[in-house]
């Protein structure tokens, strides 16, 4: 075990905006965060949205920084990520931003009805040899409609060409509307965006840096459930 894995997630531990629920609690069930996440954690009715498999939390922290009059919640299996984005939320003093440690296969133990607004999935694990796990497919996303409000939007940045095609192939399958998607986000497309969206689009997360930098081009999907 790692000295700074131990570090990070002791460090973890004394943050009041983490959330390490036991397995055992999403498993059957039992969490008591279902329902408490705008009155009890950040004291407001603002909308929230969660970024899965959120690794370091590049979004989650930067759309924070963008948007103070929204929530972010970074999701991940991995303490010792996430602990990066926990850290500069806190030295930055962004009191929109939590993060949640859960496999996401069990996400619903830990949202209510309608508590989630938005979902961003950033550079998710491809599964090539095992679809039924990618976090984009049709089985997670039944999942996600059980705490989004109607009409929600989910956003998907990839590096992968294989996982995008096979998602956006899913989505028309499933009849969702998907309202943009593209192969190359830095191409012409990039131009197209307001300003704000080029901002949106121009953070970058410590994968997305390492497969571009590997070559890959960076595609993205917007769609609405
Ligand atoms: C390729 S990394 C991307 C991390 C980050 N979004 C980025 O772009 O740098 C995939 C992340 O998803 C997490 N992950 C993969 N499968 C997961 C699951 N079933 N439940 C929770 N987290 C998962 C991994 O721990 C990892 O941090």
């Known amino acids: 075990?790692?000295?700074?894995?131990?570090?990070?997630?002791?460090?973890?531990?004394?943050?009041?905006?983490?959330?390490?629920?036991?397995?055992?609690?999403?498993?059957?069930?039992?969490?008591?965060?279902?329902?408490?996440?705008?009155?009890?954690?950040?004291?407001?009715?603002?909308?929230?949205?969660?970024?899965?498999?959120?690794?370091?939390?590049?979004?989650?922290?930067?759309?924070?920084?963008?948007?103070?009059?929204?929530n972010f919640i970074g999701v991940d299996v991995k303490g010792h990520r996430f602990w990066r984005g926990a850290r500069t939320?806190?030295?930055?003093?962004?009191?929109?931003?939590?993060?949640?440690?859960?496999?996401?296969?069990?996400?619903?133990?830990?949202?209510?009805?309608g508590e989630v607004d938005e979902i961003w999935l950033t550079f998710s694990d491809p599964q090539p040899r095992n679809e039924k796990k990618r976090i984009t497919g049709p089985a997670f996303i039944d999942r996600y409609k059980k705490f989004l409000k109607s009409g929600a939007t989910i956003h998907i940045k990839t590096d992968n060409t294989g996982l995008y095609e096979w998602t956006l192939e899913q989505l028309?399958?499933?009849?969702?509307?998907?309202?943009?998607?593209?192969?190359?986000?830095?191409?012409a497309y990039f131009e197209s965006l307001s300003p704000e969206w080029q901002q949106i689009m121009s953070i970058r997360t410590y994968y997305e840096q390492k497969f571009a930098e590997e070559g890959e081009k960076i595609k993205y999907i917007q769609f609405r459930i």
């Open 172 to 187: 028309q399958e499933q009849g969702y509307e998907i309202e943009e998607h593209t192969p190359n986000v830095y191409g």
């Open 1 to 70: 075990m790692g000295k700074d894995k131990l570090k990070k997630w002791a460090e973890n531990k004394t943050f009041d905006h983490v959330f390490e629920p036991p397995f055992e609690q999403a498993f059957k069930q039992e969490s008591e965060l279902p329902g408490t996440w705008h009155e009890r954690v950040f004291g407001n009715d603002h909308p929230i949205t969660l970024e899965l498999g959120c690794g370091k939390g590049e979004y989650t922290v930067g759309l924070a920084r963008m948007f103070p009059q929204r």
């Open 89 to 113: 939320a806190r030295e930055e003093e962004l009191n929109n931003v939590a993060f949640l440690r859960a496999r996401i296969e069990f996400i619903t133990s830990f949202f209510g009805e």
